[in-house]
């Protein structure tokens, strides 16, 4: 009786001593995992981020600074006004060939102060003078102030770029409308000049 007892009790203990045992090892084999596991885990995520914030170094690197990239207001403003005063001149010049309605008008006014100062006892060439010959002149001296300004305004805009900032050309069409103006300018003022001094166009003989 003693003795199974004492076999039982050894049994007992030896069974409680293994599942001790197995109760430990299945303790530190869980705990064991867990602690592999997580410094490859941990090795895992640093890698990705370290290249991740590679990466984003690259592309700041490649991307080009702001500051070196100029706004689209600041590049196209001094374009948009040579091209608008090279338009102003060519209409200009064009003005003056044409006429207008500022040469029309003091034409006509001219026209009618010949007509109230001129008696009607004065000789043929002198009321051919002051009613149509002063209004002629009068309507080529308008037009030649405005073949003038097309000058002026044409010479200008093909002038601005040498006082400007260096390294910025003018863009070829404002050069060719400028041009334009400048040739009509010189034209006008040429034809205006020629029938102010009568060498073109001058008043018929009343002999």
């Avoid at 867990?34 to 981020?49: H, K």
């Avoid at 044409?154 to 390294?167: C, I, Q, S, T």
């Amino acid at each position: 009786m003693g003795t199974k007892t004492v076999d039982e009790a050894v049994d007992a203990n030896g069974t409680e001593a293994k599942s001790d045992k197995e109760t430990v090892d299945g303790t530190g084999t869980g705990t064991g995992t867990g602690t592999e596991e997580t410094p490859d885990s941990a090795a895992v995520t640093g890698a990705e981020t370290d290249a991740e914030v590679e990466e984003q170094d690259d592309t700041e690197a490649d991307a080009p600074a702001d500051e070196d990239v100029p706004a689209a207001g600041e590049k196209d403003a001094p374009g948009v006004g040579q091209g608008a005063a090279a338009v102003v001149s060519a209409g200009l010049g064009i003005v003056s060939l044409t006429g207008s309605w500022v040469a029309t008008v003091a034409a006509a006014r001219e026209t009618l102060v010949g007509q109230l100062q001129t008696s009607s006892s004065a000789s043929v060439a002198t009321q051919v003078k002051e009613v149509y010959g002063d209004a002629w002149a009068t309507t080529a001296l308008v037009g030649g102030l405005f073949a003038l300004a097309a000058l002026i305004v044409g010479v200008v805009v093909l002038a601005r770029p040498a006082f400007g900032a260096p390294g910025k050309p003018q863009a070829a069409w404002i050069k060719s409308v400028a041009w334009a103006g400048v040739s009509l300018g010189v034209v006008g003022l040429v034809l205006a000049v020629a029938k102010y001094s009568d060498i073109l166009l001058g008043l018929p003989s009343t002999k």
